[in-house]
């Protein structure tokens, strides 16, 4: 993955008002916890969490918190970084959904249209 794109992504997300990351509800504590320790750019206020249905948290994100999780995504899911194989696999996930958004909101996009919001579903369907 290049720079130029990765940092693009990362701008292209910076500007969504609101986002809703819909997860696993152990993904969310394992996101915050690996966020907290070795890359500190990504903080989380507590009880951000909201059931979304069986098994499952919502956790509705700013444009820059989303912009700060993937940069902590990119730099811990490197097969170099000293996160564990699934730790890896979780922080892959997280920017694959990340960077799908930001692909559709690239900057040949229209950034006018007023934008609804987003669900990113992190982890395979039941």
Known sequence: M???????????VAGIARIELVCSSSAWPAIRTRCARRYGSAHFAEGMQQPAGPGLVRVELSGVELSELMDVA???????????????????????AAASVADKLGPDRDTELAIPPITLTVGALP
């Open 2 to 12: 290049g720079w130029g794109r990765r940092r693009r992504r990362l701008r292209a």
């Open 74 to 96: 990119a730099r811990r899911s490197r097969w170099c970084s000293r996160e564990d194989p699934p730790g890896r696999a979780l922080w892959q996930s997280v920017y694959r």
